[in-house]
């Protein structure tokens, strides 16, 4: 993407083409991942969504944008790693298919939702409502719930147990003033990427988007990667009144993002728990099994990597156990044929990040996160050039961390 | 191959083969991705079909489900892995009226879609094979059914129907799943995956004649049996409900209910049948969600919370209207409801807004290849063409919706709720 820098710490990305049918615009606040201020940057990116000054009810929210043909505006906040991020999303129909010019009002209209957001008692209630009905509804979501005790459980004092998306016991206790307070911040001090794919003319979007916003020089700086630590126990077993029981196993990889091995460690992890030739899906679920869903996934900025099942109580440490048996024999023999499926695997990926926007952002913000600058085509040369020596050197770093256990009651009494 | 006519300006052409299969091949030349779909209309609610010979076929309940995951498997190794060995990333999915079987990929689409027809068109399964998929497709039903919201839905159709399979999980049930036998999936195989029953939509960005030319080379070598003209026959419901009322206790953070309303079917013209069913979706859009005024006020009044949703679902041989909520006022909010479903209120103002809403998401499916292939392929199953059905709904005009208000038929009624056992 192409790189404009608007003011310190103000970025825009513009991606020009005509091959989408829309034009895809997205505005984010990143800003240090805090424990608490987790809560009131949830609270404020629902607001952010719902109602704004130019837009007071939802139905001018709907209306404005049902006028632009149903453009898509979505909030929502994230970490990566010691970052937190709000980020709204919007998408809008190029406006050749109606002959009329819909860019400028996507802008403006984005930037009355992040700057001009309808702050009052009212809108900070009903964000409080919504948002503690989400974080009601995850804990009904076994996997969800495991995961999020067990990150919180075996790493108190680290990142990755605060949630971005907030607590239940702290939502009562934000107030207007502290929203407001957490506002200014964002527009005066986060760091604010805005990014662009669509057909547009580079010059006039630049100058639009002055107009629409206030953007100012500001002093911020941010810590993406780091490698998790465990506090406490290594292994934890809870109960709830469940029918099957999730495992959740950590495993730290010790290797940060930027390394150059963290690219056989992708292989790695494709390797053990991401295709369905993986050794997990195929020992698990196929041979025994044992369960319908299983799969590892790398939490890069955290640097660790992370098993989850959910299987029969009955069986639950006869798994537990084979999840480590599998990866002990995985450090001791890596298969070349496997290896070769994770990375056809990995190269159709970034074949086609550009055919789809949010993938050509998601991209760049990667980079910017890890201070990269990489291209897809260098990414793909590096999953060609690894052989399975670095995939052997990448798992040695592997060693289990912390281990969870999401149990059914009855079966704990 | 016939190019379709259309005002979005998109690139898909149409092909029948010579064994009957429904061809549709999506030009996009500007991007590498690929895409392919196959689809029977073979789903969950086939569990009892009838051959063109008068040979009534009865099936448990879960077994097109079930039929998708065998389907996954060859004799050397599994077929998934296979796919993974390209690079390309299949699924299957099974829905009451249908089963998919898919892939993206980047690059030639020759290899994957070959093995894509060539799975899907040859079953290869023994008993051993059976027995063990039933462990797995068990697990998989408990990690559904551990689900409030779920559980709550499925509750919630066995509340409304006493034959129609709708009242079953997609999935069936640990028990149907167990009875399940390899004869049942072989037979449902051979009289539901003949090439005549079956839809495939190609996206790529290679030269559509080519990819036919292909995709017939592929089918030319292989043999089928006679087409058994395979029918679902549908299910004799009563109009009214089974339970007026149900109330289940489970592990949930939050107390929630359905209201459902069990509504006449429409029988008539399926093309008209989809368009009042879009009328409907409008009517209840004015009226239920934030385009009405009213409904911060019910927010802000506690009557509904961020969870409150509907659903129309205006099928062939069923029909019914369904409003999800959070908390325990249920009956308050069905007041409500049939207040405003006695007079609901269509302008020309809000059907204008809602059309051009509409005219947005169709405009962005045609990027989502998955989108695309399932409204291709699930607007041919229920009678009609994916750009009929759309200038259809564009088409809708003022007096319609005030004619269709009469299919609000609110008489048959029932509430089932999920209560916390934590």
């Not at chain 1, 009562?172 to 527009?187: R, Y």
């Not at chain 1, 993986?278 to 900025?301: G, H």
């Not at chain 2, 190609?202 to 592929?218: G, K, Y």
């Not at chain 2, 969870?307 to 041989?317: L, V």
């Amino acid at each position: 993407m192409n790189k404009i820098q608007l003011n310190q710490n103000v970025v825009l990305f513009t991606e020009p083409t005509t091959r989408f049918k829309e034009t895809t615009l997205v505005l984010r606040y990143m800003f240090p991942l805090k424990a608490k201020e987790s809560t009131v940057a949830a609270l404020l990116a629902n607001m952010m969504q719902d109602r704004s000054e130019v837009y007071p009810t939802k139905q001018a929210m709907d209306y404005a944008s049902d006028m632009l043909y149903g453009l898509t505006l979505s909030a929502r906040t994230t970490s990566i790693g010691k970052t937190q991020m709000i980020e709204l999303r919007s998408r809008c129909i190029n406006g050749g298919y109606v002959q009329e010019a819909l860019l400028e009002q996507q802008i403006q209209f984005l930037s009355d939702c992040g700057e001009r957001v309808l702050m009052s008692e009212d809108t900070l209630n009903e964000a409080k409502k919504t948002l503690r009905s989400a974080l009601l509804r995850d804990r009904e979501k076994p996997v969800r719930l495991a995961l999020k005790q067990a990150m919180q459980a075996g790493y108190s004092t680290q990142p990755i147990a605060i949630s971005a998306n907030g607590e239940l016991d702290e939502i009562d206790q934000v107030s207007l003033s502290q929203i407001k307070a957490f506002h200014a911040f964002l527009l005066d001090g986060s760091r604010i990427e805005v990014s662009l794919v669509g057909d547009f003319d580079q010059s006039s979007v630049v100058d639009s988007l002055k107009r629409s916003f206030h953007f100012y020089d500001r002093e911020i700086l941010l810590d993406f990667a780091y490698q998790a630590e465990k506090s406490g126990p290594r292994d934890l077993s809870v109960q709830e009144n469940l029918s099957q029981s999730t495992l959740v196993k950590f495993i730290s990889t010790s290797i940060a993002p930027t390394k150059k091995i963290f690219t056989a460690l992708r292989l790695a992890n494709c390797m053990f728990g991401e295709i369905p030739s993986s050794i997990l899906f195929q020992e698990v679920r196929e041979k025994r099994s044992l369960c319908y869903s299983i799969f590892s996934t790398l939490l890069s900025y955290d640097g660790l990597m992370v098993v989850v099942t959910s299987v029969d109580d009955a069986n639950i440490e006869l798994t537990d156990t084979l999840v480590d048996d599998l990866l002990q024999q995985f450090k001791q023999s890596a298969d070349a044929d496997l290896l070769q499926s994770a990375k056809e695997t990995l190269l159709v990926r970034y074949q086609t990040i550009d055919d789809d926007a949010y993938s050509i952002i998601d991209y760049q913000l990667r980079n910017n996160c890890l201070g990269l600058t990489e291209t897809p085509q260098d990414m793909m040369d590096q999953i060609n050039a690894c052989g399975i020596e670095d995939i052997r050197q990448a798992i040695q770093y592997l060693q289990f961390s912390f281990n969870f256990m999401l149990r059914t009651k009855e079966i704990a009494e | 191959m016939n190019l379709i006519k259309n005002n979005y300006g998109e690139l898909i052409y149409e092909s029948t083969l010579d064994n009957g299969m429904n061809v549709y091949i999506v030009h996009k030349p500007e991007f590498v991705s690929s895409y392919a779909m196959i689809a029977t209309p073979f789903g969950a609610f086939d569990l009892e079909q009838v051959d063109a010979s008068g040979v009534h076929y009865h099936f448990q309940p879960g077994s097109a489900h079930f039929l998708e995951h065998k389907l996954f498997e060859d004799e050397n190794r599994d077929v998934l892995s296979m796919f993974a060995d390209m690079g390309a990333s299949a699924n299957a999915g099974t829905s009451y009226e249908s089963t998919s079987y898919y892939f993206s990929h980047s690059g030639s689409i020759e290899k994957p879609l070959s093995l894509l027809l060539d799975f899907v068109q040859s079953l290869s399964i023994s008993d051993a094979s059976v027995e063990k998929e039933k462990g797995i497709i068990i697990q998989e039903l408990s990690m559904y059914d551990q689900m409030p919201d779920f559980r709550l839905y499925m509750e919630t159709l066995k509340s409304i129907y006493h034959n129609h399979p709708l009242k079953y999980d997609i999935g069936g049930s640990a028990q149907s799943v167990r009875d399940t036998t390899r004869e049942e999936l072989e037979c449902a195989y051979s009289l539901n995956y003949h090439p005549a029953n079956m839809i495939l939509v190609v996206v790529t960005q290679e030269d559509p004649a080519a990819v036919l030319s292909f995709i017939e080379q592929n089918q030319l070598s292989k043999t089928f049996p006679a087409d058994p003209k395979i029918k679902r026959v549908l299910q004799d419901e009563p109009a009214t409900v089974v339970r007026k009322d149900y109330t289940f206790t489970m592990r949930a953070e939050t107390e929630k209910y359905f209201i459902g309303y069990k509504l006449p079917a429409y029988t008539g013209d399926d093309l008209e049948r989809l368009r009042i069913e879009s009328m409907l979706f409008f009517i209840l859009e004015s009226n239920f969600s934030t385009l009405n005024p009213q409904y911060q006020d019910w927010l802000d009044q506690g009557i509904i919370s961020d969870y409150f949703s509907y659903e129309i679902n205006y099928g062939k041989d069923q029909a019914m209207l369904l409003f999800a909520n959070e908390g325990n006022n249920s009956d308050a909010l069905a007041q409500l409801i049939e207040s405003i479903l006695a007079h609901p209120v269509v302008d020309e103002d809000k059907l204008e807004q809602l059309k051009r809403r509409y005219m947005g998401s169709t405009i962005r499916m045609f990027t989502n290849y998955d989108r695309y292939a399932q409204q291709l392929i699930q607007s041919r199953f229920k009678g009609t063409q994916l750009f009929e059905l759309i200038e259809g709904i564009h088409s809708i005009r003022i007096e319609e919706l005030e004619e269709a208000k009469k299919e609000f038929v609110l008489t048959n009624r029932t509430i089932t709720k999920v209560k916390i056992s934590n």
